[in-house]
């Protein structure tokens, strides 16, 4: 019987944020050792639930799980959380011996004294099992793949879509690789071609980008290509090698793959000024209050998307609304722990006076919102994913609040997330689609659940610790121009 190793380590981590990744950030999002992947993972719809369900069917392959860890996006991963995460993969290779190595990687890992943390791992995993054994991994949109990390990987498999719906389909992908190589009906040959263009947060369905990804489709459709990709690359990483990449696998044509890559890859270097991104002031954002339609606007707040690396404190927006008194507003969310300490201890149905978020640097957070509120629900913060993005997962906010302010709902929860899926609102009572507008501290992942029922979706650009676009950004690594 062939030994199969999977396990799943992330994280997207943005240079520019203060706060670290350290074995808290891991165990509130998510830490899952051995088997208890099975539990966390059976029947969700990500690259570790589709190498579950390929795999469960194959009473000839023995599953070795070794762990899911991932944490929300943040600064650098702590020198201890990494080398718990490469420790426990590293020494169950070691312990195993497997056949082949499957990884759900996120691409974009740097780590405290590593910063490519996905090709040191993958390097390592290599030189453990050898030129010959299979080493195949799943990675997100937003890598930023090295040629260290091409040369270790027999095949990487990095996700189409922005709002990331395909994560499981790319699990997919990866573990059909890797299940033909363990079975000998499968030769990937990888072409990798690097683009050091810094492209904003670009939602795939936009036509400039559906460009190239028409070319990956068009290639991808040839005899022998087992499939091309796109990564967009994130370039709040600030390392040498950010940026864009593109990957083709061939079965057995070297050649072919890389001359797909290079095609791709210099025609995306070509048109790289039209993936540009136009974003419009607060202003211009609240004045599309006033136009007519059903359903609410959905104004995301780009820069303190904790899915990149914000703290989901800033205040800019909430302090304007207030300052207008505009109503009818919900805003999800603010992670506030001490806010929502003082409204657990007054109670539903009591006022409290908070100084709501803020909390880091006021220049990158606008300083906190004192703000007289009703408590109105009280919640343990847990949920589950209804539509089609990491669709099934579950979600844990902490205890989390929601208050009423001057005509306005606010959530404020213990823990960061990324409330891209609208399930956020009704698991504390709001109706989403009932208010006239929604602020949700997302970048673009937000598009595929409220893109259901909005009636305009609009990204804004304010300070933060993850700005929607590279352009400005101190940055000290990176050995590329930003245009
Ligand atoms: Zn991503």
New binding site residues.
């Given amino acids: 019987m062939k030994k199969l190793l999977i396990a799943e380590f992330r994280h997207?981590t943005d240079s520019f944020c203060p706060q670290k990744a350290d074995m808290e950030a891991f165990r509130k999002r998510g830490l899952h050792m051995g088997r208890e992947m099975e539990s966390a993972y059976r029947g969700v719809r990500n690259e570790p639930g589709a190498f579950l369900d390929v795999f469960g069917r194959r009473e000839d392959i023995h599953l070795i799980e070794v762990l899911g860890m991932t944490a929300m996006p943040s600064g650098p991963v702590t020198a201890e959380a990494y080398a718990f995460g490469r420790g426990h993969i590293l020494d169950a290779i070691r312990r195993e011996q497997p056949d082949g190595v499957l990884l759900a990687l996120?691409g974009?890992m740097v780590a405290e004294g590593h910063d490519d943390g996905e090709g040191d791992l993958l390097e390592e995993v290599r030189s453990l099992i050898g030129p010959d054994r299979p080493l195949v991994a799943s990675l997100?949109?937003?890598?930023n793949i090295t040629a260290k990390m091409a040369r270790n990987a027999d095949a990487l498999v990095p996700?189409e879509e922005?709002p990331?719906t395909d994560m499981y389909e790319t699990g997919y992908v990866a573990a059909r690789i890797m299940e033909g190589m363990l079975d000998g009906t499968c030769h990937p040959c990888m072409g990798f071609h690097r683009v050091p263009y810094l492209n904003p947060m670009f939602p795939s369905a936009l036509p400039e980008i559906q460009v190239f990804l028409d070319m990956c489709r068009e290639a991808e459709a040839q005899d022998g290509v087992i499939a091309v990709r796109l990564a967009?690359g994130?370039y709040p990483s600030d390392i040498e090698e950010m940026g864009m990449a593109v990957i083709a696998l061939t079965e057995g044509d070297a050649a072919l793959a890389q001359r797909i890559a290079d095609r791709i890859g210099e025609a995306v270097w070509k048109g790289r000024d039209t993936l540009k991104r136009h974003f419009p002031t607060l202003d211009e954002a609240l004045a599309m209050l006033e136009e007519p339609g059903e359903g609410p606007l959905v104004i995301a707040d780009a820069s303190d998307n904790p899915?990149?690396g914000g703290l989901c404190d800033t205040t800019f927006i909430l302090r304007e609304v207030l300052r207008r008194g505009l109503r009818g507003i919900a805003f999800g969310m603010f992670a506030d722990p001490d806010s929502v300490r003082r409204c657990v201890e007054a109670g539903v149905g009591q006022e409290v006076d908070l100084m709501l978020g803020g909390m880091s640097d006021p220049a990158f957070s606008g300083g906190p919102v004192p703000l007289r509120a009703r408590v109105r629900t009280l919640t343990d913060g847990f949920y589950r994913n209804r539509d089609e993005m990491n669709q099934g997962a579950l979600n844990n906010l902490g205890v989390t609040v929601v208050v009423e302010a001057g005509g306005n709902l606010i959530i404020i929860s213990t823990h960061r997330l990324q409330p891209y899926d609208a399930e956020i609102f009704r698991h504390c009572g709001i109706s989403p689609e009932r208010q006239r507008a929604l602020v949700v501290k997302s970048a673009v992942?937000y598009r595929n659940s409220y893109g259901k029922f909005a009636r305009r979706m609009v990204e804004v650009s304010l300070p933060g610790f993850v700005v929607p676009v590279p352009d400005g950004l101190p940055f000290r690594k990176w050995k590329g121009s930003a245009s």
């Fill in positions: 997207e996120h974009a997100d949109l937003h890598a996700y922005y990331h967009h994130f899915g990149g992942h």
